[in-house]
């Protein structure tokens, strides 16, 4: 059974650097047939698309957001990582991890529980 | 302003079918089979319903059907049951450098 499992600080100071990492088991972010990348939620609001990689490390982002976003993968732990720098109060939401098909509009047909990170001083 | 436009709210009673639009452009779903549908209770996270369109994932209820014309896709549920009160969410491929968009959401209230 796939499960995803979202980890980091839940406080993160303006202008620092929000860290995520998301745990996979079930299956292999080194496989083809699917992406793995991250979503968010602002308090109260609708979904945002962070960012997607692929198997081969390539790596797609919201232009919104692309200047400050670092996704990675290490395929030995089968983890994910999303680094999101210069953070505002704007950044605070629920960040999920969700395994993908990009191209064909998949946000994530498997979700983790979500983490909410809080950007305040 | 999210990049498809959903209603804000839709309700029904027990039993009764329902039906939520989501309009994007011909950068997305006009163009593109690549029409997604997510389901969210408070507190939790997105679940897929729909994908292509049409196609519902293992697991989900055939209450639950897509379709699209021109550049409005449309989630109906019917045989609606208290269990189906939650958020829906719209998502798209777009042929942009931003690749997947969302709606804003329709909250669903069976009444």
């Known amino acids: 059974q796939l499960q995803l499992r979202e980890s980091g600080p839940g406080l993160v100071k303006p202008s620092e650097t929000l860290s995520l990492t998301c745990s996979v088991s079930?299956?292999?972010?080194?496989?083809?047939?699917?992406?793995w990348g991250w979503i968010r939620q602002s308090p109260g609001k609708g979904l945002e698309w962070i960012g997607t990689i692929y198997y081969s490390g390539s790596t797609y982002s919201n232009p919104s957001l692309e200047s400050r976003v670092t996704i990675s993968a290490e395929k030995s732990k089968n983890q994910l990582s999303l680094r999101l720098s210069s953070v505002t109060a704007a950044d605070t939401a629920v960040y999920y991890c969700?395994?993908?098909?990009?191209?064909?509009?998949?946000?994530?047909?498997?979700w983790g529980q979500g983490t909410l990170v809080t950007v305040s001083s | 302003q999210s990049a498809l436009a959903q209603p804000t709210s839709v309700s029904g009673s027990p039993g009764q079918s329902i039906t939520i639009s989501c309009t994007g452009t011909?950068?997305?779903?006009?163009?593109?089979?690549?029409v997604s549908w997510y389901q969210q209770h408070p507190g939790k996270a997105p679940k897929l319903m729909i994908y292509?369109?049409?196609n519902r994932p293992s697991g989900v209820s055939d209450r639950f059907s897509g379709s699209k014309s021109g550049n409005t896709a449309s989630l109906t549920i019917s045989g609606l049951q208290a269990e189906d009160e939650a958020e829906y969410y719209c998502g798209s491929y777009r042929s942009s450098n931003t690749l997947l968009v969302f709606g804003g959401g329709t909250k669903l209230t069976v009444l």
């Open positions: 079930g299956d292999s972010i080194s496989s083809s047939s699917h992406q």
């Open positions: 011909s950068r997305d779903i006009g163009n593109y089979n690549y």
């Open positions: 969700a395994r993908q098909l990009l191209f064909r509009g998949v946000a994530g047909d498997n």
């Open positions: 292509d369109v049409s």
